[in-house]
Nanobody, 124 residues
Framework: QVQLVESGGGLVQAGGSLRLSCAAS????????MGWFRQAPGKEREFVTT????????YYADSVKGRFTISRDNAKNTVYLQMNSLKPEDTAVYYC?????????????????WGQGTQVTVSS
């Protein structure tokens, strides 16, 4: 079975940057569409960004466009989330997800596998 492990979360000041990583194992990473979702305290999980299996298609939530960048390295079975110009509103647990069909999508129900999440806290 596919296992996903996020890392790179932490505490950062507003305006700063952070890079999250998601390492995959137990499957064919290069065939998966990958996504990042987040959940802030007291709020529902929301879509952040997604990337197709080849890396040729990406989508971003309006709230992070121009600030966040998703990328993948299929040789390393890893997807990344580069977060710049961080805001306190970005504070959340960030979850990595994998879709075996390989498409980039914002639909959370499309993803079959999920990591445990990594905490990102942005101070004002």
């Amino acid at each position: 079975q596919v296992q996903l492990v996020e890392s790179g979360g932490g505490l950062v000041q507003a305006g700063g940057s952070l890079r999250l990583s998601c390492a995959a194992s137990g499957g064919t990473f290069s065939s998966y569409g990958m996504g990042w979702f987040r959940q802030a305290p007291g709020k529902e999980r929301e879509f952040v960004t997604t990337i197709s299996s080849s890396g040729g298609r990406t989508y971003y939530a309006d709230s992070v466009k121009g600030r966040f960048t998703i990328s993948r390295d299929n040789a390393k079975n890893t997807v990344y989330l580069q977060m710049n110009s961080l805001k306190p509103e970005d504070t959340a647990v960030y979850y990595c997800s994998a879709a075996t069909r390989g498409y980039a999508t914002s639909r959370f129900d499309y993803y079959e596998y999920w990591g445990q999440g990594t905490q990102v806290t942005v101070s004002s």
